[in-house]
């Protein structure tokens, strides 16, 4: 039986994503492909969870992004960002977790990631929250 490749994350990571995923409105998780997704209304996927896919050395994400971001991030920061395999021929965006990025700029992609994929009430609700709680969702 093939053994899955060792963890880069001591839980912390997927913790502070699940937090700031689950606080978006109608967001639930699941396994896809065998790690945590994201998803919107039971259906639409627009976050995974990605420890070590593969043997690939990386604890990140893969985040659908509006059309665009993908190209100018990669190219403004390929250290912290990539193109994911699988979806990014989609536009998502690979975030990388263990290059040092900040928290609030993680909830930021997240919310982006979120803007993405959502039907347009739910974003107008997500919005409403950002502005009652002064920002993104606390970590």
């Known amino acids: 039986m093939h053994q899955p490749p060792p963890s880069l994350d001591d839980?912390?990571?997927?913790?502070?994503?699940?937090?700031l995923c689950l606080a978006l409105p109608q967001v639930?998780?699941?396994?896809?492909?065998?790690?945590?997704a994201f998803f919107i209304a039971a259906k639409r996927s627009f976050v995974n969870f990605m420890d070590n896919h593969h043997d690939d050395g990386r604890l990140a994400l893969w985040c659908a992004a509006p059309e665009g971001v993908q190209a100018a991030v990669v190219t403004a920061d390929p250290?912290?960002?990539?193109?994911?395999?699988?979806?990014?021929?989609?536009?998502w965006l690979g975030v990388r977790l263990d290059r040092g990025l900040g928290w609030d700029e993680i909830a930021g992609v997240l919310e982006d990631a979120y803007t993405a994929v959502a039907p347009t009430g739910l974003v107008e609700e997500a919005a409403l929250r950002w502005r009652e709680g002064g920002g993104s969702p606390p970590p």
């Open 79 to 91: 250290e912290r960002y990539f193109v994911p395999p699988y979806v990014g021929h989609r536009g």
């Open 11 to 19: 839980g912390t990571a997927i913790e502070r994503v699940r937090a």
């Open 28 to 36: 639930s998780e699941r396994a896809s492909h065998g790690r945590p």
